[in-house]
């Protein structure tokens, strides 16, 4: 057999190898400035990589849904025993980011017990029952209880408040009968559901002496120890999705299901036992469970656009076309390569600080919540967290989507073979967008908060840290060169923010539903602007030396330049540029693209990610693509079979005419003698 | 069991059947308007939906790569019984297009032998070469010959020129030796060549006396009729793809392959015995295989988008989320729902007669290239026709991959699941951005082509019809407004044309290299300025009604000011509207959005596809897609199995505690133990 090393005589160093060792700046510094725990992050990689069970192979991208659910739940096992020993709750959810990157879906399917269900009894139980559910059972430790969410109904996603399952108490009994009405009523997408769960946290309207208390939480056990149904409970596969299909997502229907008064969760709404219902007014804050899912698609947007783009640009970096015949040019040095790639590197880098920002936040916000220690001013953070958790979510889960679009084109033909691992991402990545709040009703969402906020600022009215930016007056008009300071790339968005949501103020005419692509603009920018910022701030926090500083402050300019570009119509629609500032502004853009071509190497380096979490036969360490990727191919699909299915292929190339198979029956001579 | 019908008491008619009953026009004229062969279309929809072996079924999205590969040769097999009694070629063509509608890799994988490989040898080969390969050997009736097309190498993809497969000439055998040199001369992506092709149209290198001429084009046979790989030829399979796993892709390689020297296909360059090569100055036609693919992808673009815009439209007219509780609003009465999804309608609408047209000059530029007279003028109209082949398959193969990503979120968390259709969708259809000529690459060399058409034009040379409007003046400001005339709307693009082409003519120093971004720019707008002047051409001929001509102008009246308004920046910058025309325009996308609303179940309906086609549990005719999807899933997936993998689930959550499966052996007793 012919091995790819037989036609591999040459020693040449790949250009890989050549720029990495031209590298400018310390990729360690970089790595540190990237990732706060930048040194459990690579202990915890190399745990993953080392691991038979967790790490991730190219046949990865060959299995089917049965196979891929099966793996998945081993890893899960596997993580059973990580989850023991970790040192505290933030470690074992970074192990789970991590192993993510490289296996999404099984973040999403244990997540869906360790955040999701667990959420939702901290957030809605009482200290005891939140003591029995979580700890006294195990579920903390994936043990014994493994729990699902069971929000969404086949009728009701984004719109929670009109959710149809009932929950009817009976006081003669002291229990509620857990009731689907109709059809639309199911739950649906129920991550967990049709496998793995045995428990449910499930919303539904809480009806008692004949008055609907609207949605609230009951925890509802679907599944005994022998893993059959609890009467009354009818469960079904969902079956096969665009993407993740390692979750067993499943639909319910309670047929009159029967549970005990206290499963009822009970820190916000309690119930006597004569039917009398006690509510208080935070349960707004019942639906912070989908918080931490939003939050943390932020960070990885981050961790898994990273994977993204250092393929996208390895590729580039490596491969060669056109040119000189013999010494074809990098596809890298082309400007449109540059302009298809190099944005979306800068995007992923400025993603780093602005979610470990966000992270903070909200496990700040969530410690005073369950602390309930100064309740308004928490209630006033969670509003603000609210809108740019979903700003950021809806934004960059957007962002990142045409970020693996862009990549896999980008590879050319080669980006379209299962092993560029792009394929497989963008179906998985592409859920992002919908889950945990739709991408479009989160924005216009936050568009018209940011708006109200405005409002508010403009009567004086204090604003959040997010929000401050509000409170000052908008430059009239831009100066954005190469050597303006760096606050005039991060003001051109404030100022293009109070522009909009001023021109809103005016032409809404009290229909804030026409306003929607305002608004949703208004979100993006908020984003942008969210950036921006807080990757400034920590670039001034972390006082790193010239050469690491002066190309992160490239990858700065060019994130703000490349987007006044892309927005160019709003920017030049509210007069903060003129037509010839715009040209100088992409005339920047082609020249910081220039700057950064010498460090790609370097800055995709930086992220520090093993090969096996790439897992991509186009993105390896070594640069050396062409024996990767038909080293990956030959060992996974042999060589030279016949077709299971040759039988086929020899009936239809080899078949009798037409004539013969119709036994002659067209034949002129029949057909003449049809006619006598 | 419990069906979906016991829920479903109510008989009330379903939004769609409601907005179907008040539609204005009447759909048979529109659905004429659209398809020049309407009628043989409804046939042979009818014939392949009651096909069992070609109608598509949901379970489709279920299979895996190996049951897709053989589902797809049995289509092939049922189509070549079609095949035989085919009234012309077109007629079968036809067929196999809107077969591909609900299954484009079968249409790939035979498309591979029927166009590429039967238009290599058309395209290059001499009369009887033709007459032999094609028609004497069955191919053209899949017969004895299943061909496959073997351009494509590892190393090199969009630059044929650099191949590097050779195929050198021994005079003393009158044979070419075909030979593999190197890895990156591996033959790759071949579709057909893992399992289905017996013989090949090779690109290879000719070398003669130690002379290098250039890619040629060869057959070679691959496998005998046992289906046993020719001596020297090596075959793998190329394994799993982003989509179209249905196709067997496959990488050739060849150790020193002797072919006759008459499978050198001998249209434009032959070689006598000793080995002197005659080239005839016209070769690069031989790439006109490519050609038909091209046209093909935008005719594509058309039928496949009017299948997912319906999913879309459908869903969003059925589906009802906020608003009065028990009364919901359809999410379609959304502004940004409309935004999302209605340019993309009108995108559809504006590309039938474009592709029409576009095949028309195709199949007539083709039949004077065969006939071979007047060289010269087929010579400049097959230059005219690449490039706005080029700039309509670039441009609107991304556009409708937006669009199915677009309609997919649209469709909310229902949108990802695979019975939609739209996951699917998306991974097939990805591939049309890169094959057959990478997107960017024919974009960049479209707009070139167009700046120097432009120059010509100034110095008054002719321009074919699709670049006449380059010799006129373009205009200094538009006006667009609802009671513009109709050319008003088409002039806005030449205008932006014109004045983009002059500023990149102004700004480019002389490196083209550095306006790329503006040339794609050129290519994009050039599509729409095709697709308006289509439209209108049309519309004019048609001489339809007022109440079907005015749905279809306010459907071209917003192609064009939505994308004025998408492309703001560019208008602005270049003068053509001011900050305040911009706000007009966008108020009139709204405008027409809100006119076009009552209009959207019968421009849907208009398509006229059956249930089968569209294959999505959320876009079906009848509009209840509660049922349907309900339906859907239990028919394929049942109801409350437990998972094959169970022993692995209690393994996990009824495992010992850690000191117990470690015997102890961390307790605190054997530790005290142990330090004694």
Redesign the interface.
């Known amino acids: 057999m012919?091995s790819?090393s037989d036609?591999?005589s040459s020693n040449k160093k790949t250009f890989l190898q050549k720029e990495r060792e031209a590298t400018s700046f310390d990729i360690n510094k970089i790595n540190a400035f990237l990732d706060p725990n930048h040194e459990r992050t690579q202990l915890i990689f190399k745990q993953i990589i080392n691991d038979p069970i967790l790490v991730s192979k190219r046949s990865y991208?060959?299995l089917?849904?049965?196979q891929l659910?099966?793996q998945s739940?081993?890893k899960?096992?596997r993580l059973?025993?990580y989850i023991?020993?970790a040192k505290d709750a933030g470690e074992f959810e970074d192990r789970l980011s991590l192993l993510s990157i490289s296996d999404p879906a099984v973040g999403t399917r244990l997540g869906i017990n360790l955040a999701l269900f667990v959420n939702a009894v901290r957030g809605n139980g009482t200290d005891e029952q939140v003591n029995y559910w979580l700890v006294e059972r195990g579920t903390l430790q994936?043990?014994?209880?493994?729990g699902c969410f069971a929000m969404?109904e086949?009728?009701?996603?984004?719109?929670v408040a009109?959710l149809e399952t009932t929950a009817t108490y009976n006081p003669k009994t002291q229990t509620f009968t857990v009731n689907t009405p109709?059809?639309?009523a199911?739950k649906?997408?129920i991550g967990g559901a049709?496998?793995?769960s045995?428990h449910a946290a499930v919303f539904a309207r809480l009806i008692s002496n004949g008055k609907d208390y609207g949605v609230k939480t009951f925890v509802v056990q679907l599944r005994d120890?022998n893993?059959d149904?609890l009467p009354g409970i009818?469960?079904?596969?969902?079956?096969?999705?665009?993407?993740r299909d390692a979750i067993?997502n499943g639909?319910i229907?309670f047929?009159h299901v029967e549970i005990p008064k206290d499963y009822l969760l009970q820190k916000f709404t309690q119930i006597d036992a004569d039917g009398t219902v006690h509510n208080t007014p935070l349960e707004q804050i019942s639906y912070s469970a989908l918080l931490q899912g939003r939050v943390g698609m932020v960070l990885d947007s981050h961790r898994h656009g990273a994977r993204f783009v250092t393929i996208g640009l390895r590729y580039a970096i490596g491969r060669q076309?056109?040119g000189k015949?013999g010494n074809?040019t990098q596809i890298i040095d082309?400007?449109?390569h540059q302009?298809?790639l190099v944005p979306y590197l800068a995007l992923i880098y400025l993603l780093g600080p602005a979610s470990f920002k966000l992270l903070n936040d909200y496990r700040a916000i969530l410690n005073d919540l369950y602390s309930a220690k100064n309740i308004k001013k928490t209630i006033f953070d969670l509003k603000n967290l609210f809108v740019s958790s979903a700003s950021l979510k809806a934004s960059n889960t957007w962002l990142v989507?045409q970020l693996i679009?862009e990549a896999?084109?980008a590879c050319?033909?080669h980006?379209?073979?299962?092993?560029?691992g792009?394929?497989?991402a963008?179906?998985d990545w592409?859920?992002q967008?919908?889950?945990e709040g739709?991408?479009?009703v989160l924005s216009?969402n936050a568009g018209r908060s940011i708006i109200k906020y405005y409002e508010a600022a403009q009567k004086g009215k204090p604003q959040g840290e997010d929000f401050q930016y509000l409170t000052k007056a908008p430059l009239e008009s831009l100066d954005i060169s190469e050597s303006s300071p760096l606050d005039a790339y991060i003001e051109a968005w404030s100022s293009v923010i109070i522009k909009v949501a001023q021109y809103t103020l005016k032409?809404h005419g009290g229909d804030w539903?026409?306003v929607?692509?305002e608004r949703?603009l208004l979100s993006k920018f908020h984003s942008h602007h969210y950036l921006l910022s807080e990757y400034i701030n920590h670039l001034y926090s972390a006082n790193l030396a010239k050469k690491e500083s002066s190309v992160l402050i490239l990858l700065f300019k060019l994130y703000s330049a490349f987007n006044i570009?892309k927005?160019?119509?709003?920017?030049?629609?509210?007069?903060l540029i003129s037509?010839s500032q715009?040209?100088e502004i992409?005339s920047l853009v082609?020249s910081l693209l220039r700057q950064l071509r010498p460090h790609l190497t370097g800055l995709t380096d930086a992220f520090k990610y093993p090969n096996e979490i790439i897992n991509s036969s186009l993105g390896e360490f070594n640069g050396d693509f062409?024996?990767n990727?038909?080293g990956d191919?030959?060992a996974?699909?042999?060589?030279?079979?016949?077709?299971?299915?040759?039988n086929?292929?020899?009936?239809?190339?080899?078949?009798e005419n037409?004539e013969e198979r119709l036994s002659g029956s067209r034949s002129k001579k029949v057909l003449e003698k049809l006619s006598e």
Do not use: C
């Not at 086949?154 to 719109?159: K, P, Q």
């Not at 996974?636 to 040759?646: A, I, R």
């Open positions: 012919m790819a036609f591999n991208y060959d089917t849904k049965e659910r099966e739940i081993k899960i096992q059973a025993s023991e020993i994936i043990r014994d209880i493994y969404t086949l009728g009701h996603g984004s719109n009109g109709k059809l639309s199911t649906w997408w049709a496998h793995s045995n120890k893993f149904l009818t469960i079904g596969d969902i079956g096969s999705k665009m993407g067993d639909w229907q047929h076309q056109f015949f074809e082309y400007t449109l302009y298809r989507s679009d896999r084109q050319g033909g980006g379209y073979h299962a092993y560029s792009l394929g497989k963008f179906s592409s859920v967008q919908t889950w739709d991408n479009n216009i032409i539903e026409s929607s692509q949703l570009d927005f160019s119509g709003v920017f030049l629609q509210f007069n037509p715009l040209s992409q082609k062409f024996n990727y038909f191919i030959v996974n699909y042999g060589k030279g079979d016949k077709p299971p299915y040759l086929v292929i020899n009936e239809t190339l080899q078949r037409r």
